[in-house]
């Protein structure tokens, strides 16, 4: 007897598990904020070095004397159009030559026009400091990774319900404390500890919530998270372009963390979790109340413990690279993790160098992920996987690679070209999110299913580490070129990999491989009913399955 085979007479996806599905959505929409929270609060306005004895400088030009000031003591910058000062150095008349030397500055003033007050210019990391925002968003990311693994490791050993609320605690204490950062170090530190308690208490919702559901449905629900996550990028947006100050927006953030405070009283164990440990009674209970609640009449006793099926032995990490077919899909696949995280995280980091309206860039650029939620749930069954992941991928990547006419021929009178043809680029890679997951799930035998996974997610982060670093990397050259570069290398990385993928099988509506040696042979393998497929699929890979982006 396995769990699914309890939710085939509990019934797959009843009112008893929408409700907690539901629940369990919820904090998706919080990871959304703060997965790209420090987009909004590194962002580095526009700036100048402050005038020396001037304590009224502002970067907006208050007189006619101010402007002449301005343009004696600071040097022009005539190769970017966004930025017509240099922002690190300033005239000063030699006291022994009597020529006008330049210095760099230690002052500086900011464009208050878009935003109040970033962490960025509170702390001043701008020019020699200016990489300091992108080691911020790497420490993140590994923040991030951390929580995944730790997390996860926990939640196998003392329960889902346990770990959630100990995440769910330090995702409180850190959030709410971020608000209040003194300083750089300290801000560095909170947000580590914010990254790993979110997305590991993100990672067991996702967990939770399909294993409560049957085989047929975890696909479906897999995917529909990522629009809660989608609700939280645009929750954020509207909170940032309201109140404009980090300090208001991270406090935006954190407040909804209180409620989940309650799913200690609202969230029962994972009654799959508690059978993979013995806990045969502690299940029963709740299995009984689903039953209730989806007034489904269950047998008096619906577990019997002799019947149980003990899981599989599970492969390591290593076996994937076993043999040389497999070697050559793992890594094909475990390029197409980076490439999808590095385009998904970079274009959105890059949207505020487009030009335009930030916050309305960022909006965009969170509301463009429903149509491609949407799109991979209608198509994924039609056109199959391997070419659907090639499609997207293409897709985006050629369209972030069409940037670069639009930003050194067209100019700001093309802007929204060029942001449009990011945008597409980032609904590719919201799409190739959903579809590595299952291609992932599919392509490994049983024995690997695991370590696949949780591979592929883990090594995802490394393009979301990169990510940052490509988006500043304009700023190592002059022109309109740097503006250009990061999305020239999102396009060359996506289209790369898209077109790698096709070395892959196709796994859509075949039988999937229970052994290794099946495995070096899925492309002979015959089709089969896709629905029996899907509960082959799922059963393998239970316990450790967790969300893509994040």
């Known amino acids: 007897m396995k769990f699914d085979d309890v939710l085939l007479k509990l019934g797959e ?4 598990q929408k409700r907690l599905y539901f629940l369990l959505c919820i904090p998706a929409i919080s990871v959304g904020c703060y ?15 402050k005038i020396p004895g001037y304590d009224n400088d502002t970067y907006a030009i208050q007189s006619p004397y101010h402007e002449a000031l301005v343009n004696q003591t600071i040097p022009l910058n005539p190769k970017d159009r966004r930025q017509p000062y240099e922002k690190c150095h300033y005239y000063r008349e030699s006291n022994q030559t009597g020529t006008m030397e330049r210095i760099k500055c230690t002052q500086w003033v900011y464009d208050r026009s878009i935003v109040r007050e970033t962490f960025t210019t509170k702390e001043d990391l701008v020019c020699d400091d ?5 080691h911020i968003k790497l420490i993140f990311y590994i923040g991030v990774l951390v929580g995944d693994i730790g997390f996860g490791l926990i939640a196998d050993f003392i329960g889902r319900r346990k770990t959630l609320m100990a995440a769910v605690l330090l995702w409180n204490v850190s959030g709410f404390a971020l608000s209040w950062a003194p300083d750089t170090i300290s801000f560095i530190i909170l947000e580590f500890i914010v990254a790993a308690a979110q997305h590991g208490a993100f990672m067991v919702c996702n967990v939770m919530s399909l294993e409560l ?6 696909v479906l629900c897999g995917t529909l998270i990522h629009g809660f996550f ?9 909170a940032a372009y309201v109140l404009k100050h980090w300090q208001w927006i991270d406090l935006a953030i954190a407040v909804p963390l209180v409620f989940y405070i309650a799913y200690y009283w609202l969230i029962p164990e994972s009654p799959r979790w508690l059978m993979s440990k013995g806990r045969y009674d502690e299940a029963e209970k709740i299995i009984q109340k689903a039953g209730k609640v989806n007034k489904v009449q269950l047998p008096e006793k619906m577990i019997n413990p002799s019947l149980v099926e003990r899981e599989q032995t599970q492969m390591k990490l290593w076996h994937l690279f ?6 050559i899909r793992t890594t094909i696949l475990l390029f197409n993790w980076i490439a999808v ?3 998904y995280f970079g274009v959105t980091m890059h949207a505020g160098n487009i030009g335009g309206n930030f916050y309305f860039n960022f909006f965009l650029n969170g509301i463009v992920e429903f149509p491609a939620i949407l799109f991979v749930i209608l198509t994924m069954d039609r056109i199959g996987r391997k070419r659907l992941q090639c499609i997207v991928m293409v897709f985006g990547g050629i369209a972030t690679l069409l940037t670069i006419f639009s930003i050194l021929f067209g100019g700001d009178d093309f802007t929204w070209l060029t942001t449009t043809l990011s945008l597409f680029g980032k609904v590719g890679s919201t799409a190739a999110f959903s579809v590595i997951y299952v291609m992932t799930l599919e392509l490994y035998p049983t024995v690997l299913r695991n370590a696949a996974l949780g591979g592929g997610s883990c090594i995802g982060r490394v393009g979301s580490m990169l990510a940052p670093y490509v988006a500043a990397s304009g700023a190592m050259i002059d022109g309109d070129f740097s503006t250009a570069l990061p999305l020239v290398i999102f396009g060359f990385v996506s289209t790369t990999a898209g077109l790698l993928v096709l070395l892959v099988p196709e796994s859509q509506h075949r039988k999937l491989p229970e052994s290794v040696q099946d495995g070096i042979k899925f492309y002979e393998e ?3 009913n896709y629905e029996s497929k899907e509960e082959e699929v799922m059963s393998g890979g239970r316990s450790r399955i967790e969300t893509t982006r994040l």
């Open 130 to 134: 200016a990489s300091w925002t992108s």
């Open 35 to 49: 997965m790209l929270n420090l987009v909004i609060i590194l962002e580095t306005p526009n700036h100048r070095c």
């Open 322 to 327: 076993s043999t040389k077919e497999m070697f």
């Open 230 to 238: 989608t609700l939280g990028l645009l929750y954020q947006s509207g």
């Open 213 to 218: 559901v049957g085989p047929n449905k975890r």
């Open 526 to 528: 015959e089709e089969v």
């Open 341 to 343: 995280a590095l385009m």
């Open 13 to 16: 996806f009843g009112p008893y």
